[in-house]
């Protein structure tokens, strides 16, 4: 059993807003959705499954009746920004086992306009609330220990940065479109050690949908095809502190079922869309899928190696959430939209990777320096 | 750590009882399967390698070496040291360390407990020997 070409995404929608104090949350989850069934050339009326996460006001029941949706397949798997990476397998297996035909995934929130809630505890409250994990310094300590482990450098971080802010200057809906230079991330001030301000992703409101679909269904629409053929999901955390290894994350395991799946390896990859809520997020994750060794991260990404037409794995064309958007905290909604627009030739001409015929779009949900969830998704154009 | 921060009370429950108490008493506890042998940390009832439900509570030397850390330099409640400790009996830990200057951390540092007071049970943190 293989979800391998069973299931297409046939709409993608990403908020052009960067900024929504004037719209309700449920709203940017139905605009999102709006945009995602008519770029699909589908309506409301044909969605059978929805995908939703922490983000939908209420969860998924109210969702759907806020939407006005009649579906015969829900699944509101949580696993922080890498939610919708999961959400997309699920409704491969969905539509594979006939369970629904047209599945619609939503993402919205407004983390720029107010705080968001605290998310639930967990068993280990008592033993780990009060020392103040946040994202920035959970991703720190990732990066501490790497650097102490294979010589990882402020400045290959920056490198990181450095790529996503060339390719965000061509995306007029980037909430950084500036280019900046290593210096200028070095510059920057220290926000968590060894994390520059630079280092981190930014905070926006919006959101993003995406409609996955049967073959026959894809191939009746008019956008040009795109396929799943392989998907992986995975979990790390502490496990009761032993032999405890933050250098590396869950995408060691999902990333190697996504590829086994799809019968490709990284080398055959012509884009990539990494999950970059920090830069170490995307150094650790470029190791863990395979695509440099463990440890030669730093040399993989220095140099431009991640820029669009200069480098041998282009990443995060529309600019990323180091500069573009990250909405409701959560990256993996954007991390699917870009790779499908490479996959259909619909990026900017200035990053359009050229027969871009196989994407990845790989994510983490969580904290990566304490618990957390990944999920790959390799795409194809067909 | 700023002195201005307000220590949360733990919550505690059934499970959990027993650390609190002694660390009440300043004694700091860690769980070790008496099936597989293994000690754990936070403490659970079934051990989280074999699954078997003989755990039992051992007091900990409370030293160990800092695994990593980062300093969190823009927070509302001042600057303040978050990382994890590798104890003597195995298992790593998330704490803070405390009562140190923090630009001298560094990885592998021997550091040992300090309970703290809260409104309920001390809390756990660690501060460089």
């Known amino acids: 059993m293989t979800i391998k070409g069973k299931a297409y995404i046939a709409g993608i929608y990403e908020h052009p807003t960067r900024h929504a104090p004037d719209k309700s949350t449920a709203q940017l989850h139905a605009e999102v959705a709006k945009g995602a069934l008519e770029d699909a050339g589908l309506s409301a009326k044909d969605v059978d499954g929805y995908f939703c996460a922490g983000d939908a006001p209420g969860g998924a029941w109210p969702m759907v009746d806020y939407l006005g949706l009649k579906v015969r397949h829900i699944d509101s798997t949580e696993t922080g920004g890498c939610s919708y990476l999961i959400h997309v397998g699920h409704a491969a297996e969905a539509i594979a086992a006939g369970k629904c035909s047209i599945a619609l995934i939503t993402l919205a929130g407004k983390p720029r306009t107010g705080p968001m809630p605290p998310r639930a505890a967990g068993a280990e409250a008592d033993f780990e609330m009060a020392y103040g994990a946040t994202t920035h310094n959970a991703y720190g300590m990732c990066a501490m220990r790497h650097m102490h482990d294979y010589g990882t450098t402020s400045e290959q971080l920056a490198w990181i940065k450095v790529a996503a802010s060339h390719h965000a200057q061509y995306n007029p809906h980037a909430m950084l479109k500036e280019v900046v230079t290593v210096e200028d991330v070095m510059n920057s001030p220290m926000i968590s050690d060894p994390l520059h301000r630079m280092d981190c992703c930014v905070v926006t409101d919006g959101g993003g949908a995406l409609i996955v679909t049967t073959p026959e269904i894809a191939k009746s629409l008019k956008k040009p095809l795109v396929r799943l053929i392989g998907h992986g999901e995975a979990m790390k955390g502490p496990r009761g502190g032993k032999d405890l290894d933050l250098t590396y994350s869950a995408g060691v395991w999902s990333g190697p079922r996504a590829f086994e799946e799809a019968g490709i390896t990284p080398k055959d990859i012509k884009y990539a869309s990494i999950y970059d809520s920090f830069t170490i997020t995307v150094l650790m994750q470029l190791e863990d899928l395979g695509f440099c060794k463990k440890g030669d991260g730093g040399k993989f990404v220095a140099d431009g190696n991640l820029i669009s037409g200069v480098g041998k794995l282009p990443f995060n064309t529309d600019g990323g959430g180091l500069c573009s958007n990250h909405p409701v905290n959560r990256g993996g909604m954007t991390k699917v939209i870009e790779a499908v627009r490479q996959l259909r030739g619909e990026a900017h001409p200035k990053v359009q990777v050229q027969n871009c015929d196989l994407a990845i779009a790989h994510g983490t949900g969580g904290l990566l320096g304490v618990r957390h969830a990944a999920s790959t998704c390799i795409l194809e154009r067909v | ?129």
């Open chain 2, 1 to 129: 750590m700023s002195e201005a921060k307000k220590l949360p009370a733990p919550v505690t429950n059934p499970e959990t009882k027993a650390f609190w108490d002694a660390a009440a008493e300043g004694k700091f506890l860690i769980k070790r399967c008496t099936a597989c042998g293994e000690a754990h940390y936070f403490p659970r009832s079934i051990c989280p390698f074999c699954f078997s439900d003989q755990t039992v509570w051992e007091q900990s030397a409370g030293e160990g070496e800092i695994y990593t850390f980062s300093i969190m330099r823009k927070s509302p409640t001042g600057p303040y040291a978050i990382g994890y400790v590798t104890l003597k009996e195995g298992p790593s830990l998330q704490t803070n360390f405390v009562d140190c200057d923090f630009d001298a951390l560094r990885i592998g540092q021997k550091v040992r407990v300090v309970f703290k007071p809260t409104d309920g049970a001390p809390l756990p943190f660690f501060t460089p020997v």
